[in-house]
């Protein structure tokens, strides 16, 4: 089982440039979550979706989008990339109580 | 919403040392997380507790729900410990919602 799996690992973009962060999991898992995670800050969710075909907005979800494609994948999207966003970004799935993540993307957007 | 306090904010300690990392919470929950972040970036999931203690290991995750506090320690400590410790709460009442709320982490290092 390869877990909770996050593509690009590292990423550059260009102020007003869009890009898709893709989440993949292989363990069944009904809810995944979308954080990103800055310095001197905790891991803040920006959107979650608690089951296939739901999603719901977290603590910080202004600049970004999301699709939970299938049960496996939820993908998070930037429309017009902003300064603000640079972070890395962290996909995490759960069944029940404890969650699971993903390694990251580290995503600067100059 | 749920303010999730940690302390110290960094720790150095010696190894075999008896480390204690601490976290308070504002608002009545349903289940504290413990978790580690590895200096590579990956996170784990240490603990999962709504009540007592839990032990694995050389740690140890203790909680206090009337006093809205947890502790996590670990004993005979080594440099493989070294990491960021970060604790998380899921607030109310349960049910089928299981976002988190994170506090800001703990910086441990231990020196060989």
């Known amino acids: 089982n390869a877990g909770v799996t996050q593509t690009p690992k590292f990423q550059v973009l260009k102020t007003g440039q869009s890009m898709t962060l893709q989440c993949a999991q292989d363990m069944n898992h009904n809810s995944m979550y979308w954080y990103r995670q800055d310095p001197g800050m905790g891991l803040r969710l920006i959107y979650y979706s608690a089951s296939e075909g739901t999603t719901d907005k977290g603590e910080v979800p202004n600049g970004y989008n999301v699709s939970r494609l299938n049960k496996r994948e939820f993908s998070l999207r930037l429309e017009s990339a902003a300064p603000s966003q640079t972070s890395v970004y962290f996909c995490?799935?759960?069944?029940?109580?404890?969650?699971?993540f993903g390694p990251g993307t580290r995503l600067l957007v100059l | 919403k749920n303010e999730v306090e940690q302390s110290p904010q960094n720790l150095t300690a010696q190894e075999g040392e008896f480390i204690t990392i601490n976290c308070s919470y504002s608002?009545?929950?349903?289940?504290l997380h413990w978790l580690q972040q590895h200096p590579g970036g990956g996170i784990v999931s240490l603990f999962m507790?709504?009540?007592g203690k839990k032990k694995h290991g050389r740690l140890i995750a203790t909680i206090n729900i009337q006093e809205k506090h947890s502790s996590l320690h670990i004993t005979a400590s080594h440099p493989r410990d070294s990491a960021v410790y970060i604790c998380a709460v899921r607030s109310g009442s349960g049910g089928s919602n299981y976002k988190l709320t994170f506090g800001k982490g703990t910086l441990l290092t231990v020196n060989p």
């Open positions: 608002v009545g929950i349903s289940a």
């Open positions: 995490a799935s759960s069944l029940m109580e404890t969650q699971y």
């Open positions: 507790l709504s009540s």
